[in-house]
C-alpha cells in the first residue's frame, strides 16, 4: 500500500524557483530512502538527487548540484525538491521514487520499487 504522490509543478521562466513536493504513505522516511528523477518525451529517466533514509545523507545529479536542493519532514511523510535558477533543460516530467538502494545505486532507474505518477515542470526560454 505504498503511494507516492508529486505535486507544485507548473510553468515558469528562466531563473525563477519551484518547491516539489513528494507525499508518502505507507513507508517511514527513516527506514526507506527518496530519491528524484526525471524524463522527457524523447530521453530515459534520468537521476536529478536524493537522500539516505537512516541518515539524511544527499546526493545529486552534476547537471542540478549548487541549485537543487533534497529536504523532509518526516512528520508530513513528505519529501521536498527545492530548484531554484531554472533554466530551460530542467523542462521535464518529475517523478519521486522510494525503496532501499545503497547510495552507489541512486541514480539506477531499476534500483527504485516505488514510484509516483510525476509532475510536469516547464520552464520558457
Not at 18 to 41: K, Y
Amino acid at each position: 500500500q505504498v503511494q507516492l504522490v508529486e505535486s507544485g509543478g507548473g510553468t515558469v521562466q528562466v531563473g525563477d524557483s519551484l518547491r516539489l513536493s513528494c507525499t508518502t504513505s505507507g513507508l517511514g522516511l527513516s527506514e526507506n530512502n527518496l530519491a528524484w528523477f526525471r524524463q522527457t518525451p524523447e530521453k530515459e529517466r534520468d537521476y536529478v538527487g536524493g537522500i539516505r533514509g537512516r541518515d539524511g545523507v544527499k546526493s545529486y545529479a552534476d547537471s542540478v548540484k549548487g541549485r537543487f536542493t533534497i529536504s523532509r519532514d518526516s512528520a508530513k511523510s513528505t519529501v521536498y525538491l527545492q530548484m531554484n535558477s531554472l533554466k530551460p533543460g530542467d523542462t521535464a516530467s518529475y517523478y519521486c521514487a522510494a525503496g532501499r538502494p545503497v547510495l552507489s545505486s541512486f541514480s539506477r532507474a531499476s534500483a527504485w520499487p516505488y514510484w509516483g505518477q510525476g509532475t510536469q515542470v516547464t520552464v520558457d526560454s
